[in-house]
């Protein structure tokens, strides 16, 4: 017993910020246990969080690398959206056309990673060879990328896809989502990128500083562009996740999640100037969002009321932020005041 | 002269410039009806808002920020008044514009109230608080849209009147509108505040370099706070103007439409990151942007290849602008070699 509590006391977390993020964390899911013990905490509730936010949380990871890198990435509804368009088409077309299911359900999976790999490269080839500003090139792509699910849908919405794809997106292992398990594979993923590769750590190097890291001998250029390519294969399997679980694609789906993304990203700690954002952070915000989310659901509060909480989440926790760090910095001031005058005595 | 000419080469503006006028030619030739006085009456009517936007825009990204939230605040600004003036039966525009003036002014101050005092990143500041505003909106003032029949009459009289009346052969008239007359007033007095105030030498000196404006003596909270109630309040008036043109108030209107208003400022050669452009390079910009949303059917290209092309556009338009920056940079830099 005694051990276990040294443990505990002795535990300490990575990003001091993830500290305040846990007490958030497991204030908000008591707050929502507290009001309506029976709803929150049932089998049914747990499972359909746990199988809401994957397509987002997948975005949010893909945003967060951005981020890193001290950029932001604003088309990766829009990419998703695009890729989504391609593999609607391919899985509704494809059996028609006499393919197999299975086959077909690969090929669009193909062709989805393929598309990102092309929107992720064009955003790469804009920031980091053509050297725009990663706001604006990602703001011109994202109208390219909505603009051609736009053209090739005409706006209409593909539905009606096999009975296995959606799987994907609606399957359970054992009671678990597989969209979760998905989400869990890639949080792993993107964690060991971050924190076991050279990769990884030149993203917060670039972040941090890109002038350093190009002294310091960094392809700042193959980086970067590694760095875009993620987020457009991270913002595919989001798009993937996305259809199978509407069986159905229009251009325009999920235009929400873009503000949400961000939030979630400076909510889990990434700094919008780069060189800071980690995993468990990132997953701790995704959790008070969805516990949120569900529970001002089932309170039956409008869509609108969220769109207004979202909005002042965002603020607040920026605003929190910048409050902790001036008080830390000035606490620090006053610290090193009063030693400069103990000294001088 | 020379100089005049190497100097425009040098502006992304000129390139912009020059593709108004071959785009325009180009749907001249497919579409005669193109280059009539009624059909650019017409353009000048239905841009101005999107212009007076721009504006604001322009001066946000000047002043080294990027505001998204400037759509929304012209839908709260035109909901919420078209809904006074309804409710309390004052069937007057100026009360409307005050109204609507007054709303964008008090949200562009909240605006900078997160920007300036907390110092937070501008674009995220505006993306919460454009979802704030209308979400806000919605929930606690309406979602029910206001159509013709319920509109006051003043607006639709608003709407529709003329400076300047021509006849057609047939004896139907046309006009050129007051929207003009507002854009004109909006681009005169924004020219002045820029060109013979300190606060708009100030927005110029904020946007090249915060920390250098404020030790030169700039009291760059005040300009901040400026900069974003001014692009506030064209937003308001921009939100009676556009009810006047649609007629129709629907509160999920306008939201959307921020990213290619500044696509538009920054084709005109407006620099994001600040400091850089001009509202002669703006108003091309927006010339460029309307033609393209307005034109695309006039060439027989569907609706759908608008938000296409002004992605194209924007990526194409940018790309130039950074790649001759860069090719300067290196070209100094090979002539700094030289000479050591």
């Known amino acids: 017993m005694n051990t276990i509590m040294q443990k505990i006391k002795a535990f300490k977390f990575k990003e001091p910020k993830n500290k305040y993020l846990f007490i958030v964390m497991m204030a908000a899911i008591l707050i929502m246990t507290v009001l309506m013990p029976r709803q929150f905490l049932s089998a049914v509730?747990?499972?359909?969080?746990?199988?809401?936010?994957?397509?987002?949380?997948?975005?949010?990871?893909?945003?967060?690398?951005?981020?890193?890198?001290?950029?932001?990435?604003?088309?990766?509804?829009?990419?998703?959206?695009?890729?989504?368009?391609?593999?609607?088409?391919?899985?509704?077309?494809g059996t028609a056309a006499g393919l197999a299911t299975t086959s077909a359900i690969l090929l669009a999976i193909l062709a989805v990673i393929g598309i990102a790999i092309l929107c992720g490269l064009a955003n790469g080839v804009l920031i980091a060879l053509v050297g725009v500003p990663p706001i604006l090139a990602t703001l011109g792509t994202q109208g390219l990328f909505l603009g051609l699910a736009t053209v090739i849908t005409e706006g209409y919405s593909i539905s009606g896809f096999p009975t296995e794809f959606m799987f994907l997106g609606n399957g359970t292992v054992f009671g678990v989502p597989f969209s979760f398990i998905l989400f869990v594979i890639g949080?792993?993923?993107?964690?060991?990128?971050?924190?076991?590769?050279?990769?990884?750590?030149?993203?917060?190097?670039?972040?941090?500083?890109?002038?350093?890291?190009?002294?310091?001998?960094?392809?700042?250029?193959?980086?970067?562009?590694?760095?875009?390519?993620?987020?457009?294969?991270?913002?595919?399997?989001?798009?993937?996740?996305?259809?199978?679980?509407?069986?159905?694609?229009?251009?325009?789906?999920?235009?929400?999640?873009?503000?949400?993304?961000?939030?979630?990203?400076?909510?889990?700690?990434?700094?919008?100037?780069?060189?800071?954002?980690?995993?468990?952070?990132?997953?701790?915000?995704?959790?008070?969002?969805?516990?949120?989310?569900?529970?001002?659901?089932?309170?039956?509060?409008?869509?609108?009321?969220?769109?207004?909480?979202?909005?002042?989440?965002?603020?607040?926790?920026?605003?929190?932020?910048?409050?902790?760090q001036w008080y830390g910095n000035y606490k620090r001031v006053k610290k090193m005041k009063a030693q400069a005058s103990i000294g001088s005595a | 002269m020379n100089r005049m000419i190497r100097q425009l080469t040098r502006r992304s503006e000129t390139y912009v410039l020059l593709i108004v006028i071959l785009f325009s030619a180009f749907v001249t030739a497919i579409n005669p009806a193109f280059l009539t006085l009624e059909n650019l009456f017409d353009l000048l009517r239905s841009s101005s808002g999107t212009a007076i936007l721009a504006v604001g825009i322009f001066l946000v990204l000047l002043s080294g920020g990027v505001d998204v939230s400037c759509t929304t605040i012209a839908i709260v600004g035109q909901y919420i008044s078209v809904n006074v003036l309804i409710r309390t039966g004052i069937d007057n525009i100026f009360f409307m514009f005050a109204i609507s003036i007054a709303l964008g002014i008090a949200l562009g101050a909240i605006n900078a109230v997160f920007v300036s005092l907390f110092r937070l990143p501008t674009l995220i500041v505006t993306l919460g608080t454009s979802s704030l505003y209308h979400g806000a909106m919605l929930e606690f003032v309406g979602t029910k849209a206001v159509n013709v029949g319920g509109l006051p009459q003043s607006i639709k009289t608003f709407g529709t009147m003329d400076v300047l009346t021509l006849y057609r052969p047939d004896g139907t008239t046309y006009g050129l509108s007051?929207?003009?007359?507002?854009?004109?007033?909006?681009?005169?007095?924004?020219?002045?505040?820029?060109?013979?105030?300190?606060?708009?030498?100030?927005?110029?000196?904020?946007?090249?370099?915060?920390?250098?404006?404020?030790?030169?003596?700039?009291?760059?909270?005040?300009?901040?706070?400026?900069?974003?109630?001014?692009?506030?309040?064209?937003?308001?008036?921009?939100?009676?103007?556009?009810?006047?043109?649609?007629?129709?108030?629907?509160?999920?209107?306008?939201?959307?439409?921020?990213?290619?208003?500044?696509?538009?400022?920054?084709?005109?050669?407006?620099?994001?990151?600040?400091?850089?452009?001009?509202?002669?390079?703006?108003?091309?910009?927006?010339?460029?942007?309307?033609?393209?949303?307005?034109?695309?059917?006039?060439?027989?290209?569907?609706?759908?290849?608008?938000?296409?092309?002004?992605?194209?556009?924007?990526?194409?338009?940018?790309?130039?602008?950074?790649?001759?920056?860069?090719?300067?940079?290196?070209?100094?830099?090979?002539?700094?070699?030289?000479?050591?």
């Open chain 1, 45 to 93: 509730n747990i499972q359909s969080m746990a199988a809401q936010f994957p397509e987002f949380g997948f975005l949010a990871l893909a945003m967060m690398l951005a981020m890193i890198t001290g950029g932001i990435d604003l088309s990766v509804v829009a990419a998703a959206n695009f890729t989504g368009v391609i593999a609607a088409l391919i899985l509704t077309n």
């Open chain 1, 187 to 324: 949080a792993v993923i993107v964690w060991m990128l971050l924190n076991r590769t050279r990769q990884g750590f030149t993203m917060y190097m670039i972040g941090s500083s890109p002038t350093v890291s190009r002294y310091s001998g960094v392809n700042n250029t193959k980086v970067i562009m590694k760095t875009y390519i993620l987020t457009a294969i991270l913002a595919g399997i989001a798009s993937v996740i996305m259809i199978s679980r509407a069986n159905s694609m229009r251009p325009g789906y999920g235009s929400a999640y873009l503000l949400q993304a961000i939030l979630v990203v400076v909510l889990g700690g990434a700094d919008p100037d780069g060189g800071f954002g980690n995993i468990p952070g990132l997953i701790m915000g995704i959790i008070i969002l969805q516990v949120t989310q569900s529970g001002l659901n089932i309170m039956a509060f409008s869509p609108f009321f969220k769109k207004f909480m979202w909005g002042f989440a965002l603020l607040l926790v920026m605003t929190i932020n910048y409050i902790a």
């Open chain 2, 178 to 340: 007051v929207f003009f007359v507002m854009l004109v007033a909006v681009l005169t007095l924004t020219y002045f505040i820029l060109k013979f105030t300190m606060v708009g030498r100030g927005i110029y000196a904020v946007g090249g370099n915060l920390e250098a404006a404020r030790r030169a003596g700039f009291n760059t909270t005040k300009i901040q706070f400026f900069v974003y109630m001014y692009a506030g309040m064209l937003a308001g008036i921009m939100g009676v103007m556009h009810l006047g043109l649609i007629r129709y108030s629907n509160p999920n209107y306008l939201v959307g439409t921020e990213l290619s208003i500044i696509a538009a400022v920054v084709l005109g050669g407006t620099r994001i990151s600040g400091g850089t452009g001009t509202i002669t390079g703006t108003m091309i910009g927006v010339m460029l942007i309307t033609i393209l949303e307005k034109n695309l059917i006039m060439i027989g290209l569907s609706s759908y290849w608008q938000q296409f092309f002004v992605g194209v556009v924007l990526i194409l338009g940018v790309s130039i602008t950074y790649l001759q920056a860069k090719f300067q940079k290196t070209g100094r830099q090979i002539i700094l070699k030289e000479e050591e």
